[in-house]
């Protein structure tokens, strides 16, 4: 059974950048599928970005431009790289691997993951 730990969150000003990491128990590139979601106070957990293990990536068009995702399979390890923040974006952060039995799964939907993390809190504000 995949673990995920994620770390990198905090508080940090609109227009700076922060750097999610989730560090996985085992081989991050036998996963073809992790992605990152959020989740903001009384709303629903929504898909930020994506990542297959051929390459390809994926991202919510309230991110493209600003966020970028990426696999170190060395360090067994997906990042969230997040720049110009806005308040919008404060939300509990969580990456995701994908069910081995959908590893190919819709990308943006929450049911082709199985594994979640504990999620890490990220709070955009002057």
């Known amino acids: 059974q995949v673990q995920l730990v994620e770390s990198g969150g905090g508080l940090v000003q609109p227009g700076g950048s922060l750097r999610l990491s989730c560090a996985v128990s085992g081989s991050v590139f036998s996963i073809a599928t992790m992605g990152w979601f959020r989740q903001a106070l009384g709303k629903e957990r929504e898909f930020i970005a994506a990542?297959?293990?051929?390459?390809?990536?994926y991202y919510a068009d309230s991110v493209k431009g600003r966020f970028t995702i990426s696999r170190d399979n060395a360090k067994n390890t997906v990042y969230l790289q997040m720049n110009s923040l806005k308040p919008e974006d404060t939300a509990n952060y969580y990456c995701a691997a994908a069910d081995p039995k959908t590893p190919y799964g819709p990308w943006w939907q929450l049911k082709t993951y199985k594994t979640w993390g504990q999620g890490t809190q990220v709070t955009v504000s002057s």
């Open positions: 990542s297959r293990n051929g390459g390809a990536t």
